[in-house]
């Protein structure tokens, strides 16, 4: 299926510029529909559309984020961020996630968002490649095509994983990177270590440089996180190819609060970081950053959230496997891909439905595999979706409880209704 752009025909006219040819994100649309149904009803809907949890910030990162303001600590930090946290975070990602690095290879950025997107610009060059996993979040896509950069897409197995077979040729010569996300975001894939060992090792023989993607790294239900570059604790700076983002959104509930951060390679690569980060952002906010120290200090709040995500998981999720709408509960992260096809509807029809007839919004999938055709200026002229998605959604389990189940009663009522 080609769907044509607004901006027509094969090639976009001169004066739309690249960022303007790029779709935007399916989850952006469902997000306003939502809020378009709850205008209309007076209400609220039951929202397992976004990744939003139901629990709070620890209290002390809140009144911190007060004090800072209020006492006038609000003055630009560095581009980089303020050295109590990122030696707060050196010592964090040591001790939790085998990563071994110094304080000045971390910065802080606004969400993890704007690292990633940073990094994509500071690695590569326009024209690059880079490899993004067949199903993935679609910031990833808008973040490669902003920063001039041509996506191929790498094959995954049934379960979600890299297919370790095709990876090798998944790249051509132009290929700098390869983006990893564990766990996933839209699947709740987990990669284990062998996995990671064997992308680290392609990555390594073909010269790529690697992109890993943290966020959901407290929600790991089976097994255990690895963080890639854990893998390469022992090889010297210069060597080593992985840049990893992390995220307080998740791990700490402070989505609105836009707090990341970024751990590089060595100090060339922080180098050209510092310079997109002084253009884009000049400081990551100063009250936030003690927001995050504070959240730090907060010994058990890491795992209250992820048994909070875990009981939801647990409580709702396998009604789905039993309804044949999901073939496992998912090992990690924040969502779980349904596969819609015993309804017969496909994933727009079947998400309209719930949402105008049982308040309940879920997300369809089929903008996490779309297929850009750029042309010569790195512009989207064409989009092709993948057919196998077309039945795909996601729902997000991260939110309160009850409502979860009420959507997924909904959900499960409305695809066996007709059966
Ligand atoms: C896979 C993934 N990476 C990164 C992020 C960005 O998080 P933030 O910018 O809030 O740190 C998200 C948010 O949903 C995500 O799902």
Redesign the pocket.
């Known amino acids: 299926m080609t769907s044509t752009l607004e901006v027509g025909g094969a090639r976009p006219p001169a004066s739309v510029s690249r960022a303007g040819s790029i779709p935007p994100s399916c989850l952006h649309d469902a997000f306003r529909s939502a809020q378009a149904w709850e205008l209309a009803n007076g209400r609220p809907s039951i929202r397992l559309h976004v990744?939003e949890p139901a629990f709070a910030p620890p209290p002390a990162a809140v009144e911190a984020l007060g004090a800072a303001a209020r006492e006038g600590r609000t003055a630009y930090t560095s581009a980089e961020g303020m050295d109590p946290l990122r030696e707060a975070l050196a010592e964090k990602l040591e001790r939790e996630n085998g990563h071994r690095t110094r304080y000045d290879r971390i910065f802080i950025?606004?969400?993890?968002?704007?690292?990633?997107a940073a990094l994509m610009q500071s690695v590569a060059n326009p024209g690059d490649e880079i490899l993004l996993p067949r199903i993935h979040?679609p910031?990833?896509l808008q973040q490669a095509l902003l920063a001039g950069l041509r996506p191929r897409f790498y094959r995954l197995d049934a379960d979600f994983r890299p297919d370790l077979e095709a990876l090798e040729d998944a790249g051509s010569e132009r290929t700098r990177m390869i983006l990893v996300?564990t766990p996933?975001?839209p699947t709740g894939a987990v990669l284990e270590r062998p996995f990671l060992e064997a992308v680290l090792d392609v990555a390594r023989r073909r010269g790529w440089q690697v992109l890993s993607?943290e966020?959901?790294e407290h929600f790991v239900f089976e097994g255990e996180h690895v963080s890639m570059a854990s893998l390469e604790r022992d090889v010297p700076e210069e060597e080593r190819l992985v840049y990893s983002?992390y995220?307080?959104?998740?791990s700490y509930a402070m989505?609105g609060y836009?707090?990341?951060y970024v751990a590089v390679p060595n100090a060339a690569a922080g180098d050209a970081l510092r310079v997109v980060q002084e253009a884009s952002i000049v400081s990551p906010p100063t009250p936030v950053q003690y927001a995050a120290l504070a959240a730090l200090s907060d010994p058990d709040a890491t795992a209250r959230n992820h048994e909070a995500v875990r009981a939801c998981r647990d409580r709702s999720l396998p009604r789905l496997v039993e309804a044949g709408l999901l073939r496992r509960v998912p090992e990690g992260?924040?969502y779980a891909l349904l596969d819609l096809a015993p309804t017969g509807l496909d994933a727009e029809e079947f998400s309209a439905r719930l949402l105008a007839e049982h308040g309940t919004a879920i997300a369809p999938a089929r903008g996490f595999a779309l297929r850009p055709e750029l042309d010569a200026d790195g512009r989207v002229v064409a989009v092709t979706e993948d057919p196998r998605l077309s039945t795909l959604v996601r729902v997000a389990f991260c939110g309160d409880g009850d409502q979860l189940e009420t959507g997924v009663d909904r959900l499960v009522a409305l695809a066996t209704g007709g059966r």
Not at 247 to 250: A, L, R, V, Y
């Open positions: 990744g950025t606004p969400g993890s968002c704007q690292g990633l979040w910031i990833h996300n996933s975001n993607d966020a959901y983002t995220s307080f959104s998740k989505t836009r707090l990341g992260g924040w």
